[in-house]
Every structure is written in C-alpha cells, then in structure tokens.
C-alpha cells in the first residue's frame, strides 16, 4: 500500500493553483499547505480549499511535520534558495522551470538531493503531454527518417516578467521538448534579441541550437507579439510534423513532404531537386491534462524512489542552455561553445529515459 504523500506549495500567484488543483485531485496525496507572501493569493485560496492550512512564511511551511514534499511555483531567482531549503530539510522537491537561475546553482541542488536521496524534479510539463510523446515515439520509431531541423515558436503579448528575459521565461519549454526529441545536447548556443519595453530584459529572443551531423534547431520566443502562437515544425528527412499546441484536437499533423537531391549529376543542367508532397495525417491524440501527468509522475518518484525523467540532470541541462543564450546576447549573438560538457548526460543518467508512467 502507498503511503499518502502531504505536499505543501509555495507560490500561489498565477501556476502555483494549478499545481495545488493537480495535486488534490491525486489519490493518495494530500495538500496540507500553501504558502504565498501576498495574503489576498491565500485568501482566494483558502475560499476555494478551506480544509488547506495557510502560511505566509516559507521558513514556517518547512518546520511543518505534515509536509513530506515541496512544489516551488515562485519567480525564478527564489527557486535555488527555496529548493535548497527544502531539500535540507528533508523534503522531495518540485520546482517549477527553469530550475534555477545558474548552472552553478543547478549543480549544488544536484548534489544535495543525492546526498540526501531525495527526489528532485523540475516542472518541464510539456515532456508530460501527449502530442509531445506522440511526436517522441513517431521520431524514435524512424517514421520521419532522420531529423534534419526543428524549429519552435512560442510567441504573445506578456506576461513580462521582472527578473529574467524572455528567453528564460519561454524558451525552456522548447528546449527540454527538443533536446528530448533529439536525444543529446547541443555543440554550441548562439542567440539575438531585442530589450524593447523593459532596458537590459529581452521581450524576444531567437536562439539557434547546432547538434552534430549538421541537425539544428530555432527557437523563437516573444512577449510582444500580438497572437499566441505555442508552434513546432520538426523536419525529417522522410517526413515532416507540425505541431501546433493551440488547437484543440489535431496538435499533430505529419505531412508526407521531402525534398532530395539527385544521386549522381554531372552537369549543372542535369541538377534537378525532387519535391515529394503527399498525404498529410493527423494521429490520434487522447487529450490528457499535461500537468496531472508531471505531478503524478512525481508522486510515482517518489513511491519508487527513482528519478524522474525531468530530474535536477534534465533541469540542469535547461539551464546550461539558457546560460550560453544570455551569454550570447551579451557578445551580439556570437557562437558559444558547449562542446566541454558534451558527454555530460550519458556519463550519468541513461537518455532516453524510461517512457513516463500515464495515470
Ligand atoms: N510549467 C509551466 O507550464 C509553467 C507555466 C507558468 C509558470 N511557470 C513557472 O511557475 C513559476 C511561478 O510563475 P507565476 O507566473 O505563477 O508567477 P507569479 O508571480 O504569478 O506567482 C509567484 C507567487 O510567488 C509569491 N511569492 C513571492 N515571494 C515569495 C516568498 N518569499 N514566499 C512565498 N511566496 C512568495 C508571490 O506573491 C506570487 O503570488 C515560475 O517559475 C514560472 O516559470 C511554469
């Protein structure tokens, strides 16, 4: 029999609900507390779940005997110094994307949870969706060939955010997405943008990835964009997907397109690109609530005592990535290498990782 899991949440602002929501409604879970510095977010909240305790202080949530795990949902720059509480204070660890604000820190709570055994996670939840492992098993299973390019668009108007860009804010969605997908990490970062309202914070970032055998992958994210648009297009060799998250059912559309060069030509005139353009399928995709799954996944961490496929390794990874973005707007878009840390994942944890367990 599991044992019941009491989770207290810190961060009730705009995604800390949905998590405490998630959690409820798990069998054998309990939230005995939310914690959030602004008593109007716990007012609303304690309306909706009376029978939940309430705190203002986060030092008070962690001396709590009832808490067996935390679910950080604050701004970014909180999660190393909340995660790092709560980790030494015994407790299983969520924190929400990205998972700090440096590699450093990344690597610090790391080594923490380890020498504790303790699960730590961090809240990558479109790895959890099902077009996103719908599109993982399509490209494991060879069905597009090989991937040539994946190109990603994450645009809006807002929500601007105070302490980090927009890259940070949106970009890590797609990076765990495509690194997933692509099942190494890349050679090297470079990244543009531009600090259109707020000096020094970018409200659009483009960021290339380079990965070996010349695939790529361009990931555009916006706050000053006038439509949302939540986009990736993953080009194949034999076929392509388009993946567009805002609709409501057909997120996933392949479409049986290539183009080839020739085998052999000798002479210019000879030179003949072939177009194929054939059927475009939708595959059927059970709609699932992406969030439900990561925090199940969670609670199943830690009844197993296994990592979760989004551990602080995944986090980690994320984060190294964005480093070398904003280290690459700072030199105007200059190349930054990775190449060093490139064996990093497959030294430590098996990727792909073991398929996630749906509820
Ligand atoms: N996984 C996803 O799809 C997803 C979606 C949205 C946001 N997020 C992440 O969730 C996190 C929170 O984002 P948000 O949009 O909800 O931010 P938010 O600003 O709306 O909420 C943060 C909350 O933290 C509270 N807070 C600040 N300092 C505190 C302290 N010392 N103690 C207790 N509470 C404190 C604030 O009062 C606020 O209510 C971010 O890391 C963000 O990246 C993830």
Known sequence: MKKTINVGVVGCGYWGPNLIRNFRSLPRCR????????????????????????????????????????????????????????LLAGKHTLIEKPM????????????????????????HTFLYSAPVRKIKEIVDNRDIGEIRYISARRLNLG???NDINVAWDLAPHDISIILHIMKELPQSVNCRGGAHIVPGIEDVTSMSLH?????????????????????????GSKRMIVYDDILTQEKIKIFDARVEQPPHYDTF??????????DIHSPYVKQDEPLKTECQHFLESIWGGKAPITDGAAGLEVVRILEA???????????????????????????PRKDVRVS
Not at 103 to 117: F, P
């Open 211 to 235: 990965f070996s055998n010349e695939r790529s992958a361009i990931i555009h994210s916006s706050w000053n964009d006038p439509r949302k648009v939540r986009e990736m297009t993953i080009v």
């Open 100 to 123: 700090a604000a440096s590699t450093a820190q990344c690597e610090e709570l790391i080594e923490i949870a380890r020498n504790k055994g303790l699960v730590l996670m961090v809240g």
């Open 31 to 86: 939230v005995t507390v939310m914690c959030d510095v602004n008593e109007d977010r716990l007012k609303h909240l304690r309306a909706l779940y009376p029978e939940v305790a309430c705190e203002t202080r986060y030092e008070q949530m962690l001396a709590r005997a009832d808490i067996d795990a935390v679910v950080v949902a604050t701004s970014v720059k909180l999660h190393f110094p909340m995660a790092k509480a709560s």
């Open 159 to 161: 929500l601007f955010q």
């Open 269 to 278: 005139a000879e030179f003949q690109y072939a177009y194929h353009y054939g």
């Open 325 to 351: 973005s904003s280290e690459s707007l700072r030199l105007h878009g200059a190349p930054i290498s990775l190449a060093a840390n490139h064996n990093h994942r497959d030294t430590t944890i098996p990727f």
